[in-house]
Structures are given as C-alpha cells and as structure tokens.
C-alpha cells in the first residue's frame, strides 16, 4: 500500500435489510489533504463516513484507516478520528466549556490536560467569550463552531466534517473555511461533505462525486469541472423559441432547464452567444465561469440540492 494513503476502501458496501446506501465502492484517502463526498441528499455521504468512523458495520468489502481494519480495530481507529457530525449532538443542559470536558473523558484525556484544549479550542473558535454559556443560548453558527471544536479535544490526525456549514451565514462559514484550511496546514487530514460547490471549490483538494450510493466521478474540482463542462457556460432565458433555435442551430450543445433559465454546455459557448445575441435581443443572455455544480448538473441532470 502507498504509504501516503491513510484511508483505503475497496469494494465497500452498505445495505439497510435490501436497501443499498452504500454501493460498492473504492476510494483512497491521502495523508493531509482534503478530501470531499458531494452529492445530493441520499447519496450516501454520510452513510461512508458513518463506517470510517466505525459507528456502522459494513455490509461487505473493506474499508481500512491508518493501516487499521475498521471491522478489527474500531477504539484504536477513533482515537485518531475526530468528527463533526451533520446533527448537532451537543448537550443543551451542559455549557460550552464542559461539552468539551465530557466529550474529553471518552478519550481518557486528563482533567487539566482537558481543561488546557478546551481553552485553546475555544480561542481557536473564537468563542472565549460563551465559555460558560449554555448551549441553547448560542446561535446555531456558534453551536457548528462547537461541534468543530469539540472534534478537535483529542488532536485528531484525520477529521471528518458533515456538512460544516450548513446554514451559517457567509461570514460564520468564511470562519469555518479558515480554521479548516488552518488545520490542513497543520498537517490534519480532512474529510468534507458539503452541498455547497464553492466550499468543495475553495478547500478540497480533491473529491468524489456520489449518487444513489455510486461513485459517478472523481478528481481535482478544477480538472473535473474542465474535463465535463469546459472553461465557460452560456446562460440564457427560458423560451420555447429559444430553446428551439438552440437545438436546431448548436445540436452539439447540451441544454439544461434550471428554474427560468437555460444552461449551455458547449465547447464554443461564445460562438452560441454571438448567435443568441444576433437572432434574440435583450433575452438576458450571459457568460460566466464553469463551476462544480454545472458539472453535477451535467452529469445527473440534476442539482445537488434537491
Ligand atoms: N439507519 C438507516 N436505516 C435505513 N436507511 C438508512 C439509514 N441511514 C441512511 N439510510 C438511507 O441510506 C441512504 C443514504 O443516506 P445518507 O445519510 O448516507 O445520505 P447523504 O448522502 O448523507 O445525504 P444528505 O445530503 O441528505 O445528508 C438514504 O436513502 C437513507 O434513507
Ligand atoms: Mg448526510
């Protein structure tokens, strides 16, 4: 085995009684990058994750982490992982500081050792200021930089995020991008689920692109989005009238519905908008750069966030 892999899966698979979340699937993890599960509700995101973390079996195939067999070595596997999970799991009756403290015991962290994490966590976070607050008197921005926090208490080599920022606002989510790329930096190897293309963008550097329990692609964000959507993506409208010049004149192109307007993957985007422009004046048409999301949508016919 490459000694840079830290995670191995080969063949890994996960049914629920006939229902198959998990479908047969290989990926490799590398030491300290960051690596992302995309996909659309269902995919089975969380469901991989669950079994690195050894919180579920496996159906069949293996799936090994740090050399270690999740089916053998479960306790010796969680004590390298820490995990942010995509329910917030904090305990309300508890405040911010002793959620850190308790969560410390299950890894028999001493008490003033604890303490000392806790602290530093919270500077971390930049939460000092709700040490002793209790959960439920904290935003839910606060309590997703907790939940990170807490999955830092016993210095994990690999992390595993589920959906991180979910629902944060773009300043709370700017904050969680910049302590994830910090602890890459630091050598941390990092786990990501997200819906949202442009934190896959900015932090992974590579991913895997999951459907109905499948792997469907692979790769660097950047080459992937070159390889099935290319440079560019022409925007335009929805009109019947349009959409029927489209097809008769670019029958090469590949149009896609989303909401009100049409989305054109072309090779030459820029020659389909010198003809829309020409044919259909004042039909909003734009260019803009490619994104993961167009090469999801190309791919499925679908969005991510379904
Ligand atoms: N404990 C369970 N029992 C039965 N089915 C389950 C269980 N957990 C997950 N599933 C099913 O497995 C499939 C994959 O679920 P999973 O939670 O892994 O999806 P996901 O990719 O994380 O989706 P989301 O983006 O919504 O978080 C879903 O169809 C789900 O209903
Ligand atoms: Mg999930």
Redesign the pocket.
Known sequence: MNNNVLIKAEKLVKK?GE?V?VDNIDFEVNKGECFGFL?????????TISMIHCVLPLSSGTLKVAGMDVSKQPRAIKRIIGIAA?EDNLDPDFSVFYNLIVYARYFDIPRTEAQKRAKQLLQFIQLEEKTNVLIDELSSGMKRRVVLARALINEPQILILD?PTTGLDPQARHLIWDKVRSLRKQGVTIIL?T?YMEEAAQLCDRTII?DNGKIIEQGKPEILIKKHVGEEVLEVVYDEEIVGYLKKTFPDAKLEIVNDRVQVFSTQPRGIFVGLLDKFRNKGAIIRNANLEDMFLKLTGRRLRE
């Open positions: 629920f229902f979340a996909g659309p509700n269902g995919a089975g995101k969380t469901t995509q959906e689920t819906h999951m």
